[in-house]
């Protein structure tokens, strides 16, 4: 297991957002969270990847225990949460984006990126790296494209790309493909098979849109008011009577 967490609670006041949830991401798997709308799944990552200290339980990334480290630390270990391209970054190119991720993290301000950089500044070694992410992702080109013109797939496939560079062996996914249209949706998750299968990365991924994403993941985890109420294959978890009961109302 890559990623374990070992009966995890975080609150909020006197709500129980994640309520002793222990679960294990096999290295080398896409594991998918599910659940209704505020059942604490986005609360459970955030406090897996250090964006919120835990009020209790344990969490280990490679058998290592790292319970309350902060985001920066967790990014240095490999465990990246992909985020929303910053609205600066939109207008460098899409190379000058994966150049940025490697050189910083996200304990860092953004406000020095104000000044544009150019990628001629960099290694060419980095310059290299950056070329054959994009390549895997297909992206190449667009390499000297400004985000912004870009769609949301592609912008989508650019924050991967982010977590790559950042040398990432865990990459969390929250809703990797909402408001992406089915072509581009099944394109994003094509993608995500190719680097588990090519670069050994690890995936877990947060997603809605079940029709789509169970096609591709290996183990499922159902959340529901902030326990997991269900685990097991795609096929199990959609033949679940609980899982649907929550889904569909009964
Ligand atoms: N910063 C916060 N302060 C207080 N309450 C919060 C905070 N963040 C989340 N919550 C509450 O914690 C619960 C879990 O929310 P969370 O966003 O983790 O759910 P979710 O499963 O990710 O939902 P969605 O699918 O809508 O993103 C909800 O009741 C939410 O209102």
């Known amino acids: 297991m890559i990623l374990k967490t070992d009966n995890l609670v975080k609150r909020f006041g006197g709500l129980i957002a994640v309520n002793e949830v222990s679960i294990g991401v096999e290295d080398g798997s896409i594991t998918l969270l599910i659940g209704p ?35 920066h630390k967790m990014y240095q270990k490999g465990l990246v949460r992909t985020f ?41 070694d980095s310059v290299d790296k950056a070329i054959q992410i994009m390549r895997i992702l297909g992206l190449e080109k667009y390499w000297d494209k400004e985000p912004a013109s870009l769609d949301a797939g592609a912008l989508k496939l650019i924050e991967i790309g982010r977590a790559l560079m950042a040398e990432a062996k865990m990459v969390i996914l929250d809703e990797p493909i909402a408001g992406v249209n089915p072509k581009l949706a099944h394109n994003i998750f094509s993608h995500i098979v190719k680097l588990r299968d090519e670069m050994k990365l690890t995936f877990l991924i947060i997603e809605h849109r079940l029709d789509i994403a169970l096609k591709y993941v290996d183990f499922v985890y159902a959340m529901h008011q902030g326990r997991i109420i269900a685990r097991g294959t795609p096929d199990e978890i959609a033949r679940n009577e609980q899982v649907r009961m929550v889904y569909v109302g009964g």
């Open 84 to 124: 929303q391209i910053p609205s600066p970054f939109l207008q460098l190119s899409v190379l000058e984006n994966l150049l940025l991720a490697e050189r910083n993290n996200p304990g860092e301000s953004f406000t020095k990126h104000l000044i544009r950089s150019s990628w001629k500044d960099y290694e060419a």
């Open 37 to 71: 709308n505020g059942c604490g799944k986005t609360t459970f990552v955030n406090s897996v990847s250090g964006y919120y200290k835990p009020d209790g339980g344990k969490v280990y990334f490679q058998g290592e225990d790292t319970t309350g480290l902060p985001l």
